[in-house]
């Protein structure tokens, strides 16, 4: 997802995942899943089948281990700040993990088109020294809107060929 806004000096882009469940309803699916499941193991446990109830208890476990480490990874974020002056990015979850800074005036950026047409294209901010791959994550609506946001603000200083992967 891009959202970005703009004030008098400055432009800010904020590009997270898409988030396709919130955490009340990843709760309320572990919940439509627990009940039955339990009520069925308790069932077969009463009959006498008791090593029912590990499984099903690992299964739930192993159900909301996977909700809670995707809501974890919904809750990245890379913040582009463009002022006058310099381009900056952060990367991080709750705060900014990495942080680049680059002069405006020579910084560029790289768009590699996509080897399918459901794939975005791949964007780099670069300058001289360093370079930074923006928008991993997203979508191909969400990388062109990225790309039409800041080619209005920085240089596009090359657009490569497709790329090839080897699996």
Same mark, same amino acid.
């Given at each position: 997802?891009?959202?970005?806004?703009?004030?008098?000096?400055?432009?800010?882009?904020?590009?997270?995942?898409?988030?396709?469940?919130?955490?009340?309803?990843?709760?309320?699916?572990?919940?439509?899943?627990?009940?039955?499941?339990?009520?069925?193991?308790?069932?077969?446990?009463?009959?006498?089948?008791?090593?029912?109830?590990?499984?099903?208890?690992?299964?739930?476990?192993?159900?909301?281990?996977?909700?809670?480490?995707?809501?974890?990874?919904?809750?990245?974020?890379?913040?582009?700040?463009?002022?006058?002056?310099?381009?900056?990015?952060?990367?991080?979850?709750?705060?900014?993990?990495?942080?680049?800074?680059?002069?405006?005036?020579?910084?560029?950026?790289?768009?590699?088109?996509?080897?399918?047409?459901?794939?975005?294209?791949?964007?780099?901010?670069?300058?001289?020294? %360093? &370079?930074?791959? /923006?928008? +991993?994550? @997203?979508? #191909? *609506? %969400? &990388?062109?809107? /990225?790309? +039409?946001? @800041?080619? #209005? *603000?920085?240089?596009?200083?090359?657009?490569?060929?497709?790329?090839?992967?080897?699996?």
């Amino acid at each position: 997802m891009v959202s970005s806004s703009r004030t008098a000096t400055r432009l800010m882009i904020i590009l997270r995942p898409n988030q396709p469940a919130s955490r009340s309803a990843n709760v309320l699916v572990l919940l439509v899943v627990a009940i039955p499941l339990l009520t069925v193991a308790t069932a077969f446990a009463l009959l006498g089948a008791w090593l029912i109830l590990p499984f099903a208890g690992a299964e739930l476990l192993a159900l909301g281990t996977a909700l809670y480490y995707t809501r974890q990874k919904q809750q990245y974020r890379q913040v582009i700040t463009v002022s006058d002056d310099s381009v900056m990015i952060d990367k991080g979850r709750h705060a900014p993990g990495e942080r680049w800074h680059f002069p405006r005036h020579s910084t560029g950026l790289t768009i590699t088109r996509e080897q399918h047409p459901w794939e975005g294209p791949a964007l780099r901010v670069h300058d001289r020294n %360093d &370079s930074v791959t /923006l928008g +991993e994550f @997203l979508n #191909r *609506e %969400d &990388s062109l809107q /990225l790309i +039409e946001l @800041l080619g #209005r *603000e920085i240089r596009v200083r090359s657009r490569s060929a497709r790329i090839t992967r080897e699996f």
